[in-house]
Every structure is written in C-alpha cells, then in structure tokens.
C-alpha cells in the first residue's frame, strides 16, 4: 500500500521549513535509515531519514520550496510490487488522518491550566478557613515530665531512637564516625551501630549526595550530613533534580526518602563563604520538605518526623543553637509533624514570625516590649514547607499587623512569600505594612563590627514593631 | 581485555567458525531485542516529526547491543539506571513497549503517566530506576543503588550506564572513589559514541580510554566492542562475576556508535555522512548477528522476515496505543509531589 511521507518537524518550535534538496529521486530503493532530503529549518539545515521501506513513487514537493507545512505529504513510498500509479492515488490521505493529532507539534504551555483554580495543591498549604480555626494544640500532653538538654544533645537522641528502631537508617557525612562529629552531632553513634550504619565520606558533597539519593531509591533511609549547608552547594543539583523531582517525574513510583541535615545560617566570624541562610532557596522547591527547629524540643521531635518520612527533608539546624538547652519532653516517641507552627508567646498587638535563630530576637524583643506594655504574639513556623499559614493569617487577624524575622537575605526571602500571602488573605484585617525584617544585603564581613551589623537585632525588632504600631 | 579499536575500524566479515558457543536460541532472542530496538526508536522519531511527541527525544539506534549484550549478562533482581537516551535500556530489562512510547507522546498510559516524558521513566517491577536528564548524575545514584544492595546483603548487581560526554563531569571521579572504597557491587558503563552532543572525544578530552581512568582509584575494567552483541555479554558476565564476588565495582567501556543524532534537533554538522554510513555498512550490530544466523544456517530468511513482521506488530501496537491512551487528567498537575 503506497504511503505519504510527510514533512518532519525537526525541532521542538518548527511549524514549516524549506525542502532545500532531495537525495532520492523517483524509482529509486528506500531503505529505512537512507537519507531522502535535506530540510532548512530556522536554526539549521538537517538530514531527513527514511523509516519506512519501498520505492519513492512520486515526489510530491519539488526542491528549493519554502515554507512547506509541518505533515504536509511531501512524496510517495510505494511497497513491494506496487507501480507508479499507485502514487497517483495515495491511500491514506496524509493531513487529514494526522490532523486529530495535532498538527501543531508543541502544546500549548497553557493546556491544562484550567486544572489551577480547582484542587488544592498537595505540597502547598489549604486556603485559609473562613471560620476560626481550632486553637494549635501542643506538642505534648499538659503535665508531661520534661528534661532540660541542648539542641546538640536533642538530635543526637533523636537519631538515636530513630536508628534503634528502623535497621534501614544510617547516617554518612564527613567526619561523622572517627571524629564524633564536627559539631559532635553524631557523638557515640559510631560505638552504639557500627562503620556500617555510620560512614565517614570523602570531603566530595555532590558524590556522596547522589550516593544518598541512590540508596534512598534502593530502599534505605539515608541521612546525609553536610558539615554546613554551605558545602550542599556543591550537592544541590542532587538536592533538586535528583531527590525532590523523581516522585513527580516517575509518576508517583519512586519516592526518595532521605534526610540533608547540618547547621546552616551565620555561626561567629566565619565570613560570607561559610555564613549563609539557605531556608529561602530550599523552601521554594515542590517536592521536598523544610524544617528549621528553634528548641531542643522542635530539633527532637522535628528529626524523628523527617528521618521516618517518605520525602527528602531539608533539616537546617544552627551552629550557634547546638548548646543551647530547653525543655524536651520525657516521652517513649515523641514527634513533631511538619506543618505545624507552634504559638510560643500569645499577644494580641502585633504578630511576629520567625523560625530557627530568628526566633531568639523575636522573643528577646517581645520581652522587652511587654515592659513597654505592647503585647506580641510569637509564631515559631518551624516547618516552612509544608507551611503553617493558617495559624500565621489567624493570628495577623488577632492583631492587624506583623512582622517577619529572619537572618538570610531580603530579595525573595520567607517573610516577602509571607507578606504577600497575608496580604492576599488577610488584606483587610492589616492596620500596617507586613514588615520583612532580614539580615543585611551583603555577603558576611569578617570584621566583627561589620558582622553584628550585617545581622538582624533585637533593636530592629523592638523598632520596627514600634513602626506598625505607630508608637 | 578486548581488542581496542573493534568498533574504529571495520570487522571482517564475520566467520561462523570464530563464534563462541552460543545457542540459535540466544541469537534469535538478541537479533529480536535489538530489531525491537532499533524499529521502536524509528517509530518514535516517526511520531517526533508528526508532533506527537515533544521537547527532547534521544534516539539510541546503532547502540542496541550495548544494552542487549549486558541485559543477557544481568540476572533477576539487578538494577540498572542511565540517561535521558533510556529507550533502549527500558525495552531491554523487559518494560513494555506501549508504556514507555505512551510515555513519549505525554499520554496516562506512559510509564510516568506522561509527567516525565522521553528522559524520565521508572519501573521498580523492573528495577529500572531512570532516566535521569542531567548529564553524569545518574552515576552516583547507581552506586547508591548498589550502596542499598550491600547493606542489605542481597547479591544484586547494578549497572550505571553513561556516555563519553559524563565520562568527563567530577562526579563520577568522586563515585569510583567512594564506590572502591567501600566495595559497591556497580558495573560502571561507558557507552563511548565518540560524540558527547556535538563533541568528539577527541576534541574534548587527551585522556581518551576512559576505562583506564579507573586505575586511578583501584578499579578493574576492559574495552569491549559494542557492536558485537557477543563480545559485550562476555564482558558483561566477567563485569557482573567481579562485583558478585565482592571485589568491588568493575568499569566496561563499550566502544559503540549512535547513529542519529544527539536529540532529534540535531543538524550533524560535526561528523561527515560518510563516517556514518560506514558504521552503518560495515559494523552494524543487528547485521551482525543476522549474517552470523544466515550464514551459519541457524535461521532462514523466512525465519528471520517473521520476527520482523512480530516485531512490527509490537511496535505498531505500541505507537497506537501512545496515540489513544488519553492525556493525563488535569488534576494530575497536582499529584505525586510528595508522598
């Protein structure tokens, strides 16, 4: 049965092109892979191989004609026996029978959008609820015995339970093992399980981040330590393109269950290549999830919840918290689930949200303001993807203003995403301008002076919720 | 280790009596896995040029023996991950061929349910585990792979298939490194075209038996000719025999031939037709296998002319399969991004 051989696209955007030359002319042999034509496109000229066997019949489209249409028949590919008349009559009539499928090769980027307005994004949180919601419950039962231990301390015991628990968690970084640790996270952990489940690495962050992702795919549950998150710069194609995208790209079959846990953020005198906030980058990212713990009691409960979670976590701790201690709660399991702020000081002046160090000039200043007489209400988001914004517009409704505290940088950072969506959802009930407070845009100086003020501080708090209360 | 410049330079022409001992049996089943192959990657190139399939679509015709050869090498329950040019190696562990072109042409029936389209398919019954579109990173994801393996003492092997082009990114050094050091049951395998997208090996690198590179960190490996289905499943089972024993990850640089070009927009400007075509007359692997069945009396014409028509059939089933099967449904946007 003779067939049309059509004009090829050749490139994702080509709609038509010039057929600049045959290589085969009428009567002869085509086998599949022989090069029947040479086609101009805009960007090049290329070579147009035959798929199909036979004789070419009747050349449909002389050489050196423009702007030929993508599918338009440019000849005729008889089969075995056929004659040339054949050709006369093509049995299948090449554009009407390719027409339902979509003459034009590239589909339209807006194609489905319509699917936007209806569900609720999965990874993003619900619309605010109309109705108030119920109070946030606390982590733990009223009452429960507590134990005062640092972050440092707190994480170690958390992973500690978790490894206890489940044979398939094992924790790799660079001097995790031998040297207990660079900030002595993972002290004791080589004694209690062994070089098999606590791996020292190569100082090499994008081979052993891909090690990680592959051994999540092959059914682990890796925790991977940065000595800081900013050494994951080297791993973050990993991070992104290999762990947070797969589930989606395998069309729900292959999930990456792993942990990116180190300290993050400023530590003392380190200067701009070792002192960066990465909570923005991170957070902008479907697919994985980002907790920054403030309390030893946020770093327990948060690490058990991310080490037995089916997603990658971004877990961003800070040096400068490691030894500072709190109350964690004296419980067989106790866990924190993601997306869920916890209101550490009510208020009913002003909001303030922050997470990990933020929170420790959020509090500062809203101590000092209560001896002023303002009243903040102290939001500690804790997760920022999954996000808490329904706890966050309840309160900004409570107290028609807010403000939002953290130490990375102010061009796209957590509080301009906040601010926006409490403008969107909440624009009535504001008094004030959502104020973002951030550390300085500059890359961290050295000098120790410069360093403080490249920070955020709890002057800038107290001042700036002095602002929005137009005190 | 095999001859280095088998796939330069054109074989004689083949001699049945020079073939080890192989079954008409395991020739047939290779002559039909890489006919599968290389009919599929025609068809799918058919279906980019009437825009039913879009962006970026990698052909592997020409490579077919590589992964047919190695696959023959594999036993159940081994993993292999690769690149975005992953057709070839998904048709070959046994993925289906409806699933992976519906896949192609964006539809629900596609093995990602059309969300990752040519680059991005996975199949864990298959332990397929991509498909990875950034060039050299699925190298340390198979020897993470192959770091589960070990830790849970299963026996599996795991090949991690790259091309020339990654054989230069800092990855993989930092991978042989690590997969040494801890004895990692990985065959690292370099499917050498010559051409990393439009660069030759020759202009993008003066170390250039890539295999040997792995001395540096202590690893084992060899050259085979990836134009003989046969030479490169001996290698493959030598490959897969070092990991299984223990001793470690095992480098094999198959010495092969893509013969279209990188991605479907691709004008061959760096090569000479010429070049091509000699590969193609000379050192083309299904051909290879085809006269060693003719001309040792294995099979006939007309057995060979009727996997031909079932292979058709395959993949004609498959394209229109990929042409039914509907587009995902909208609220699909809004699945799968975290479990």
């Not at chain 1, 106790?334 to 303030?352: M, N």
């Given at each position: ?471 | 280790?095999?001859t280095a410049q088998a796939a330069q330079t054109a074989a004689p022409a083949p001699d049945s009596a020079a073939i080890p001992n192989v079954s008409r049996e395991e020739l047939l089943t290779y002559y039909r896995e890489m006919l599968l192959i290389r009919r599929f990657e025609e068809k799918a190139g058919q279906l980019y040029g009437m825009g039913l399939i879009g962006g970026f679509c990698h052909l592997y015709i ?278």
């Amino acid at each position: 049965m003779a067939t049309n051989i059509l004009m090829p696209a050749l490139s994702p955007t080509m709609e038509e092109g010039t057929l600049a030359r045959w290589l085969k002319k009428e009567g002869d042999p085509i086998k599949s892979g022989d090069i029947l034509a040479e086609i101009e496109t805009d960007k090049a000229t290329m070579e147009f191989e035959a798929v199909d066997e036979g004789t070419l019949g009747k050349i449909l489209v002389p050489e050196g004609t423009e702007g030929v249409k993508v599918n338009a028949p440019i000849a005729v590919l008889l089969a075995e026996g056929e004659d040339a008349s054949a050709a006369e009559a093509p049995a299948t009539p090449a554009p009407s029978a390719s027409a339902g499928e979509g003459s034009v090769p590239i589909p339209s980027p807006l194609k489905g959008s319509e699917g936007r307005a209806e569900p609720t994004p999965a990874d993003t949180p619900a619309p605010v609820p109309a109705e108030p919601k119920a109070p946030v419950t606390p982590d733990y039962p009223e009452g429960t015995a507590t134990r005062t231990m640092t972050v440092r301390e707190a994480l170690r015991e958390a992973m500690t339970e978790e490894m206890r628990r489940d044979d398939t968690v094992f924790l790799m970084g660079e001097e995790v093992g031998e040297y207990q640790g660079a900030y002595k996270i993972s002290q004791g952990l080589l004694d209690e399980f062994g070089p098999k489940r606590v791996i020292d690495t190569p100082i090499t962050e994008y081979g052993f981040a891909g090690i990680g992702v592959g051994a999540a795919f092959g059914g682990l549950k890796p925790i991977v330590e940065f000595m800081t998150f900013n050494f994951a710069m080297q791993a973050m194609d990993h991070i992104i393109n290999s762990a947070a995208k797969t589930l989606y790209m395998s069309g729900g079959q292959m999930g990456c269950p792993i942990v990116f846990r180190g300290p993050n953020g400023a530590a003392a005198r380190v200067a701009a290549q070792h002192s960066q906030d990465y909570a923005a980058w991170f957070m902008q990212v479907p697919g994985l999830r980002v907790v920054m713990p403030y309390s030893a009691a946020d770093a327990k409960g948060l690490m058990k919840t991310a080490i037995r979670d089916p997603n990658p976590v971004i877990f961003l701790e800070n040096e400068i918290l490691y030894g500072r201690s709190f109350e964690v709660p004296e419980m067989d399991d106790f866990t924190i689930p993601f997306g869920k702020a916890k209101i550490e000081r009510a208020g009913s002046d002003v909001t303030l949200v922050s997470f990990g160090i933020g929170m420790t000039y959020a509090l500062q200043a809203a101590e000092e303001l209560a001896r002023q007489g303002v009243e903040a209400e102290v939001i500690n988001l804790r997760s920022l993807r999954p996000m808490d914004l329904p706890t966050v517009i309840e309160s900004v409704k409570k107290t028609n203003r807010c403000i939002t505290i953290e130490e990375g940088w102010p061009q796209g950072s957590v509080g301009s995403y906040i601010g926006s969506q409490i403008m969107r959802e909440a624009f009535d009930y504001l008094d004030a301008p959502v104020i973002s407070l951030t550390g300085k845009d500059v890359p961290m100086p050295y000098a120790a002076n410069l360093e403080k003020l490249a920070l955020i501080t709890v002057a800038e708090v107290i001042d700036a919720v002095k602002q929005v209360t137009y005190r | 280790m095999a001859t280095a410049q088998a796939a330069q330079t054109a074989a004689p022409a083949p001699d049945s009596a020079a073939i080890p001992n192989v079954s008409r049996e395991e020739l047939l089943t290779y002559y039909r896995e890489m006919l599968l192959i290389r009919r599929f990657e025609e068809k799918a190139g058919q279906l980019y040029g009437m825009g039913l399939i879009g962006g970026f679509c990698h052909l592997y015709i020409g490579q077919e023996a590589v992964v047919v050869g190695l696959e023959a090498a594999a036993e159940e329950g081994d993993k292999r991950v690769t690149s975005y040019r992953d057709h070839g190696h998904m048709l070959a562990c046994g993925m289906d061929a409806k699933g992976v072109m519906a896949e192609l042409t964006g539809r629900i029936g596609g093995y990602s349910k059309g969300k990752g389209g040519s680059m991005h398919m996975f199949s864990k019954e298959r332990h397929f585990y991509g498909g990875h579109g950034i060039v050299a990173a699925q190298v340390p994801i198979g020897a993470g792979l192959a770091f589960a393996d070990k830790y849970l003492d299963n026996g599996r092997v795991t090949f991690t298939y790259f091309g020339d082009g990654a054989a230069n990114q800092g990855q993989v050094y930092e991978t042989y490194n690590m997969a040494q050091l801890w004895s990692l049951p990985v065959v690292f395998v370099i499917e050498n075209n010559q051409y990393a997208m439009g660069t030759s090996v020759k202009r993008s690198t003066m170390s250039r038996t890539y295999w040997e590179r792995g001395a540096a960190y202590g690893i084992a490996g060899e050259e085979v000719d990836g134009m003989d289905v046969l030479a490169v499943k001996a290698a493959g089972q030598r490959a897969v025999e070092h990991c299984r024993a223990g001793n470690g990850p095992y480098i094999l640089e198959v010495k092969t031939y893509r013969y279209r070009g990188h991605s479907m927009s691709d004008p061959a400007k760096y090569r000479t037709r010429e070049e091509v075509q000699k590969m193609k007359d000379e050192r083309d692997p299904i051909e290879h296998v085809r006269s060693i069945l003719l001309t040792g009396n294995h099979a006939t014409e007309d057995d060979l002319k009727a996997i031909d028509r079932e292979i058709k059939d395959i993949v004609n089933e498959a394209a229109e399969f990929s042409k039914e099967s509907p587009e995902p449904d909208v609220s699909e946007l809004w699945t799968d991004i975290v479990a």
